[in-house]
């Protein structure tokens, strides 16, 4: 389960932000992209990260996913389409190969909330 690993690395990256700041905020939810083509299982992702969160200073927060789709252009239609994952990669139109990824690799920190607070954008 990669979910795990990518848990981990979140946590690190979110920890190195929050020990920058000169007063360390409880964070209530991380907001995260994550792009249908990374192969995440959201449900993995959230259960790892419940688990690796606890007794932590991310204990209690809230992980929120939002996905964004994949999305491939064919330079031979001109045309972007979504492929089906695991199925049909090529281009419906003419069959063409996927050449070019348009949306759906991204792994990301979105932004970050505090608890006592509104909304933060780090770029983590």
């Not at 192969?39 to 964004?68: H, M, N, W, Y």
């Amino acid at each position: 389960m990669h979910e795990t690993d990518m848990t981990q690395a979140l946590i690190l990256t979110v920890k190195d932000w929050w020990d920058s700041q000169p007063e360390r905020p409880r964070i209530s939810k991380v907001h995260l992209v994550v792009g249908q083509f990374t192969c995440v299982e959201p449900a993995s992702l959230q259960f790892a990260f419940q688990a690796q969160t606890r007794k932590t200073f991310l204990d209690g927060a809230q992980l929120v996913i939002r996905e964004t789709p994949l999305i491939a252009h064919c330079h031979h239609c001109q045309q972007d389409y979504h492929p089906v994952m695991g199925l049909q990669y090529a281009c419906p139109q003419c069959a063409a190969p996927m050449e070019e990824i348009r949306s759906g690799r991204e792994l990301k920190v979105d932004r970050i909330e505090y608890a006592n607070q509104e909304s933060h954008a780090p770029n983590c």
